[in-house]
Nanobody, 123 residues
Framework: QVQLVESGGGLVQAGGSLRLSCAASGRTFSNYRVGWFRQAPGKEREFVAATSRSGLTTYYTDSVKGRFTISRDNAKNSVYLQMNSLKPEDTADYFC????????????????WGKGTLVTVSS
């Protein structure tokens, strides 16, 4: 088992920045691949970004490439999502999720979830 707690969400103007954090507790954090997902009101949860166990490999959905950066610090059991040049369409609940295996970055492919942190981008 691993427990995940997100923080860092809030209200920001378009063009601004936020840094989300995901703190993990439980089993060895470096054993898990970790991703960020988001869910806007009335929409399905979607993949945003992910990192390999070492942090050396990262993955992004096209809409955030060049604006968001995912990183992890295994010594601190934490994963971060730096979000720059935010747009109103980035408004959503952001969730951290951990994966034991090496499957696709989809909702059903993740083994553990946090409860989310809300990001609101005003125009």
């Amino acid at each position: 088992q691993v427990q995940l707690v997100e923080s860092g969400g809030g209200l920001v103007q378009a063009g601004g920045s936020l840094r989300l954090s995901c703190a993990a507790s439980g089993r060895t954090f470096s054993n898990y691949r970790v991703g960020w997902f988001r869910q806007a009101p009335g929409k399905e949860r979607e993949f945003v970004a992910a990192t390999s166990r070492s942090g050396l490999t990262t993955y992004y959905t096209d809409s955030v490439k060049g604006r968001f950066t995912i990183s992890r610090d295994n010594a601190k059991n934490s994963v971060y999502l730096q979000m720059n040049s935010l747009k109103p369409e980035d408004t959503a609940d952001y969730f951290c999720a951990a994966q034991v295996g090496s499957g696709p970055w989809v909702y059903d492919g993740m083994d553990y979830w946090g409860k989310g942190t809300l990001v609101t981008v005003s125009s």
